[in-house]
């Protein structure tokens, strides 16, 4: 299981740029003019994770398969797209179906490239876009509520369950606040989801600066970070100027590029486990002779569950999980010595898989 992540914006903030270099295809058009990206793009890129190499050195992995995530690049928005202004409606529909929200805020000055606004103002910038989405969610959940008023009258439940939902939605977003500052209750949680709500989804601020500023930020960066923190939400900073130049780059060609420009791993590093972080998952390892593969699941998924990331039939027919956590597996050279050592366990249903988890799944066909 992977996740998408939108990547929205104003225009000519680097949104494109960045799509680019992470998916080091060139399949978005970056250009100096707004809504050069039309249709949106997505992208799949392998998550990095030094762990699988290791597993796969020490198994002798014919094969080395990463788990995977996907970026969409979606239309510059502008102020008024919830009334349909630029290519509002169809950025909206598009957003809708991504799991997470990586807002690129423009934070370098370049006389070269156009502002909508005429200035470089992130903070300003991160506002204009979440209004422009609280009230396009402020516009659905009202004609939900119509929409339902017959059925709750009628005493159907799940209206009623609805409606509640949808009720505590609007006096957050009438307050001007995003829908994700409404405390869920655990068993309401799916029918919240079930209502799409744009502004519920995790949001990831991305600094887009300029080269200099890649490693420790610089003055706007700052300032989205203060405002992240406020929020409760997550901030990266990245240079998608150099994300692009890393993506034409080898590996070894890389490592010597980041130590010139005194940093420690690519963006790309930064944002997936941000990602990960804001979206709370975390991958297990399947490993042998044949190949060493990540998968991804949620935090908190039990070993059931997480047997069926790999197919259907191992969840439902789910006997065991034989189960060796990374450091034992590689501090002990393998499941072999593992096993051993006493180091394999035998897991059953109960057991919440934890990161880094190195498993065997027995089930019945």
Request: one cysteine or more; hydrophobic letters at 45%; a negative charge.
């Given at each position: 299981?992977?996740?998408?992540?939108?990547?929205?914006?104003?225009?000519?903030?680097?949104?494109?740029?960045?799509?680019?270099?992470?998916?080091?295809?060139?399949?978005?058009?970056?250009?100096?003019?707004?809504?050069?990206?039309?249709?949106?793009?997505?992208?799949?890129?392998?998550?990095?994770?030094?762990?699988?190499?290791?597993?796969?050195?020490?198994?002798?992995?014919?094969?080395?398969?990463?788990?995977?995530?996907?970026?969409?690049?979606?239309?510059?928005?502008?102020?008024?797209?919830?009334?349909?202004?630029?290519?509002?409606?169809?950025?909206?529909?598009?957003?809708?179906?991504?799991?997470?929200?990586?807002?690129?805020?423009?934070?370098?000055?370049?006389?070269?490239?156009?502002?909508?606004?005429?200035?470089?103002?992130?903070?300003?910038?991160?506002?204009?876009?979440?209004?422009?989405?609280?009230?396009?969610?402020?516009?659905?959940?009202?004609?939900?509520?119509?929409?339902?008023?017959?059925?709750?009258?009628?005493?159907?439940?799940?209206?009623?369950?609805?409606?509640?939902?949808?009720?505590?939605a609007h006096a957050m977003l009438s307050d001007g606040k995003p829908a994700r500052m409404v405390e869920?209750?655990?068993?309401?949680?799916?029918?919240?989801?079930?209502?799409?709500?744009?502004?519920?989804?995790?949001?990831?601020?991305?600094?887009?600066?300029?080269?200099?500023?890649?490693?420790?930020?610089?003055?706007?960066?700052?300032?989205?970070?203060?405002?992240?923190?406020?929020?409760?939400?997550?901030?990266?900073?990245?240079?998608?100027?150099?994300?692009?130049?890393?993506?034409?780059?080898?590996?070894?060609?890389?490592?010597?590029?980041?130590?010139?420009?005194?940093?420690?791993?690519?963006?790309?590093?930064?944002?997936?486990?941000?990602?990960?972080?804001?979206?709370?998952?975390?991958?297990?390892?399947?490993?042998?002779?044949?190949?060493?593969?990540?998968?991804t699941i949620r935090q908190g998924t039990l070993a059931p569950q997480a047997a069926g990331v790999i197919?259907?039939?191992?969840?439902?027919?789910?006997?065991?999980?034989?189960?060796?956590?990374?450091?034992?597996?590689?501090?002990?050279?393998?499941?072999?010595?593992?096993?051993?050592?006493?180091?394999?366990?035998?897991?059953?249903?109960?057991?919440?898989?934890?990161?880094?988890?190195?498993?065997?799944?027995?089930?019945?066909?």
């Amino acid at each position: 299981m992977g996740f998408r992540m939108g990547i929205v914006g104003l225009p000519n903030v680097g949104k494109s740029t960045l799509f680019n270099a992470l998916t080091r295809t060139a399949a978005a058009q970056a250009a100096n003019f707004p809504f050069c990206t039309i249709e949106p793009n997505v992208g799949d890129v392998a998550v990095p994770d030094p762990r699988l190499d290791k597993l796969a050195e020490i198994a002798k992995s014919k094969q080395i398969i990463p788990t995977r995530m996907t970026f969409v690049d979606i239309a510059g928005l502008v102020k008024g797209a919830s009334k349909g202004e630029g290519l509002g409606n169809q950025f909206l529909a598009n957003i809708r179906e991504t799991d997470a929200i990586a807002h690129v805020l423009r934070c370098f000055e370049d006389g070269d490239v156009v502002h909508v606004d005429g200035r470089v103002d992130p903070v300003a910038d991160a506002q204009v876009i979440e209004t422009e989405l609280m009230l396009a969610d402020l516009e659905s959940v009202e004609k939900r509520l119509q929409n339902i008023t017959r059925k709750v009258r009628g005493g159907d439940k799940e209206a009623v369950d609805q409606e509640r939902l949808l009720k505590a939605a609007h006096a957050m977003l009438s307050d001007g606040k995003p829908a994700r500052m409404v405390e869920v209750a655990d068993e309401d949680a799916k029918a919240w989801k079930m209502l799409q709500l744009i502004t519920a989804k995790p949001v990831l601020y991305v600094c887009n600066v300029e080269e200099a500023s890649a490693a420790s930020g610089n003055e706007h960066s700052a300032q989205v970070a203060e405002m992240a923190a406020a929020e409760g939400n997550a901030h990266v900073v990245i240079s998608a100027r150099i994300e692009e130049e890393i993506s034409q780059l080898d590996a070894e060609e890389q490592a010597m590029f980041l130590e010139e420009m005194g940093l420690e791993e690519a963006g790309l590093d930064r944002l997936i486990r941000a990602g990960y972080e804001l979206l709370h998952l975390e991958t297990y390892f399947t490993v042998g002779p044949k190949e060493a593969r990540a998968w991804t699941i949620r935090q908190g998924t039990l070993a059931p569950q997480a047997a069926g990331v790999i197919h259907g039939d191992f969840e439902r027919g789910f006997i065991r999980a034989e189960t060796i956590a990374y450091d034992d597996y590689v501090s002990l050279g393998g499941e072999s010595a593992a096993k051993e050592a006493g180091k394999m366990r035998a897991e059953g249903k109960g057991y919440l898989v934890k990161d880094g988890d190195v498993m065997h799944f027995l089930f019945n066909t």
